[in-house]
């Protein structure tokens, strides 16, 4: 195991980067190491040759086999594939180099435990890529949260993919990115769940029991229509979320009462509306800075290991319950659709 100066980056010394897989999202970390203060992109791999060779030439840097890389650098994202998240990352952490994962952090749950554990071991940061805890909207709203008394959470991430085909399983893909949000502005674990599903797992919608919280996360590649959107109903206020727009509305003191209208009685609804300042900033880059932060500082990362483990528990349950048949049969019982967690 690695123990060089790799696994103990100080302020004063460049953190050298690379990413592994470097498709559409890999090539954005690519460009934002590039951009960030401190940081030199010191090479990218993929297993096409030719896509590594394009994306090195238009970020300036190299490209490497994944060997030479990490002989290379302190850090790495790793966004290759999620079937081959568990073995890419196990090599990058044995080299001694820090590893944010795309996620979901591995494929299954023993394999996400098993690189937790490796990383500890060597006394590395393991970053698990759940990208819209960085997105300023979000971060907004977990710091109003702890001085409301939450009800419930609705959260929806909708709309048609953009090369209109339907490449992946929207409980794995897209939900878990709510899914870990709920997780971690209300700072618990589920007690149950039901879920249901359609359309071969293009649209899922699941119920979420927490302590005294009911969350509702949908996920659509079938809609007409690009929603991002998270809702948080709490006994002071409404608080609405819109990914997309990185805008915050909260919602207080709403009454309705009938008005006279020229003799005739008219209902209103009214209410106090708020729009808190929101910091505006590029989500992938606050992630990628608040990595490389973890790494100088030796501190624990935003999104740990054990986070993303307990969404891909979570979304591995949901998926169990939302595919396949309903219906029962002569030899099997109707499909279950909740379950005690």
């Known amino acids: 195991m690695s123990t060089d100066h790799r696994a103990n980056a100080t302020r004063e010394e460049p953190i050298r980067a690379g ?3 470097v498709g559409s999202m890999g090539e954005n970390h690519a460009r934002v190491y590039g951009e960030l203060a401190g940081v030199e992109l010191v090479g990218v791999t993929d297993r096409d040759d030719e896509v590594a060779a394009g994306i090195a030439t238009r970020y300036g840097t190299d490209a490497l086999a994944l060997e030479t890389l990490c002989d290379r650098c302190d850090v790495v994202t790793v966004a290759v594939p999620t079937p081959a998240h568990y073995e890419t990352v196990s090599t990058c952490l044995e080299a001694g180099v820090h590893v944010l994962v795309e996620k979901p952090i591995a494929e299954t749950v023993e394999q996400g435990h098993a690189l937790a554990e490796q990383a500890r071991e060597a006394g590395l940061v393991l970053q ?3 990208i819209e805890r960085f997105n300023p909207a979000v971060q907004t709203v977990a710091e109003l949260i702890d001085d409301l008394d939450v009800i419930s959470v609705e959260a929806e991430r909708l709309g048609p993919p953009i090369d209109r085909t339907a490449p992946g399983n929207v409980v794995f893909d897209l939900m878990v990115h709510d899914v870990d949000i709920v997780g971690s502005l209300l700072d618990d674990k589920p007690h149950s769940l039901a879920a249901m599903g ?3 797992g293009q649209y ?3 119920t979420i029991e927490y302590d005294d919280v009911i969350a509702t996360v949908t996920a659509s590649r079938l ?3 690009k929603v991002r959107t998270l809702t948080v109903t709490a006994r002071e206020c409404l608080v609405e979320v819109d990914y997309l727009e990185q805008s915050v509305l909260i919602h ?3 009454y ?5 209208d020229d003799g005739q009685p008219r209902y209103r609804h009214e209410s106090v509306v708020e729009r808190p300042r929101i910091d505006s900033g590029e989500p992938l880059r606050n992630e990628l800075e608040s990595f490389v932060e973890a790494v100088r500082t030796g501190s624990t990362p935003a999104v740990t290991a054990e986070d993303g483990i307990a969404a891909l528990e979570t979304v591995k349950l949901i998926d169990r319950l939302a595919t396949g048949p309903s219906e029962g049969t002569d030899d099997a019982p109707p499909k279950e659709r909740e379950v005690e967690v």
């Open 128 to 130: 698990v890529g759940h």
């Open 256 to 260: 309705p009462e009938y008005v006279a």
């Open 252 to 254: 207080r003191d709403s």
């Open 198 to 200: 359609t359309d071969n």
């Open 19 to 21: 990413v592994v897989g």
């Open 204 to 206: 899922a919608t699941a």
């Open 223 to 225: 809609t007409q229509k």
